[in-house]
């Protein structure tokens, strides 16, 4: 490390360590690993503050119907903007890899799996979540069906499944009882109420 880079590296400002993500990588690599590594590791969950040294960016997106207006890190996956940032903890945090479904949401009418794509990735975004499906005074269809046919047990990976039920009827492919299983695969519940949430999906899609 030459002084130009230890200086960077050493700069304070305000009490503040001054460092950006590249710096810090450099430095972590000449001390073989010695500096802490908090601030890559941090959880996308964990407060803006603590998130170390990405930069921030402003992103602005229509979240239910209303305009929002973000700064986030760079790192910060939609999901943890939607429920640590905008308060809408609606959408859930199953397994935070992509596999379970829990967190599935509606961006520009497309499901998507809202752990796995970044919040800078959808400036200007419509986003629609469980908690945008609800008119006043009445439950979305597929809400309601989900309480005529008993679709839900613990209820934790439902949010996401009843929006992803929305984008599976909407996309026309809830025609038959094996089209919405082939459709709804990426959606797990643990409780096994697979076939009471096909039936509550098949009945939504008839009316629709
Ligand atoms: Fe996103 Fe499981 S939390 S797929
Ligand atoms: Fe429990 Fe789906 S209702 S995981």
Redesign the pocket.
Known sequence: MGPAEADRITAHSGGQLRMNRRTFVGASIVVGGAVAADPLVAGCGAPEGNQGSGEPNTVRLRINGQAHEVTVDSRTSLLDMLRERVGLTGTKKGCDQGACG?CTILVDGQRVVSCLTLAVMHDGAEITTIEGLARPGALHPLQQAFIDED????????PG?IVSGVGCINEGHAGSPAETREWMSGN??????YTNITTAIANTAKGA
Do not use: L, N, S, V
């Open positions: 829990a679709a839900f047990q613990c209820g934790y990976c439902t499944q797990i519940c643990r409780c096994g109420a």
